[in-house]
Every structure is written in structure tokens, then in C-alpha cells.
């Protein structure tokens, strides 16, 4: 079981910068992979950034690349980050933290609860 917990959404103006974290604990965190996922209403869950156990490998959607960057800190904090910049009234969404967990031939998904954010014009 892994447990995840996000933090750090909220209200910003079009053009400005928020940093998502997402705590996780339950298992070994270097263990697995973990990713940002977002939802805004009547649309359905989109990949956002991705980044692998050890973080050497990072990936993000199109639409976010050059102004998101997801990192994670395995040494202390066993926490992922997303730094979103220069954000755009279309990043509003709730944003999901995800854990893909490999066990076997067996792939399990933890998902946090969720975190808004919203950006004004």
C-alpha cells in the first residue's frame, strides 16, 4: 500500500508559478515510479509529468513542457514535486499525484486526493 498525500494548490494569476507536492509513505519510495495527472471538469484524467525511481528519467505532456518540471527527493522526503511556471488560464484542473507500484508482472496505481488549482486572467 502506498499512501499519497498532495499540498500546495490554490488561486493564481495567468503567468504565475506554483510548486505541487506530494508526500507519499507505505512503501520504499525509491521503490516506484511517480507521476502528475490533472482533471478539470467534463474532461477526462490527463498524464502531466512523470519521473522514474531513481529520477534520472523525466518525462511531460506537450502542452507543459518548458513550464512544468516534476522532480522528486528521495533522500529525506520522500516527496515528488511539480514547479509549474508561466501558467495558463487551461492549467486549471485538479491535480493528481500517482504512485506506480511493480510487483511481479502486476502494476498497481495509488492516487492522492487531489489538489486545485486554478489560474485567473
Known amino acids: 500500500q502506498v499512501q499519497l498525500v498532495e499540498s500546495g494548490g490554490g488561486l493564481v494569476q495567468a503567468g504565475g508559478s506554483l510548486r505541487l507536492s506530494c508526500a507519499a509513505s507505505?512503501?520504499?519510495?525509491?521503490?516506484?515510479?511517480m507521476g502528475w495527472f490533472r482533471q478539470a471538469p467534463g474532461k477526462e484524467r490527463e498524464f502531466v509529468a512523470a519521473t522514474s525511481r531513481s529520477g534520472a528519467y523525466l518525462s511531460h505532456a506537450d502542452s507543459v513542457k518548458g513550464r512544468f518540471t516534476i522532480s522528486r527527493d528521495n533522500a529525506k522526503k520522500n516527496t515528488v514535486y511539480l514547479q509549474m511556471n508561466s501558467l495558463k488560464v487551461e492549467d486549471t484542473s485538479v491535480y493528481y499525484c500517482?504512485?506506480?507500484?511493480?510487483?511481479?508482472?502486476?502494476?498497481?496505481?495509488?492516487w492522492g486526493q487531489g489538489t486545485q488549482v486554478t489560474v485567473s486572467s
Open positions: 507505505g512503501r520504499t519510495f525509491s521503490s516506484y515510479a
Open positions: 500517482n504512485a506506480k507500484v511493480i510487483v511481479g508482472l502486476a502494476t498497481y496505481d495509488y
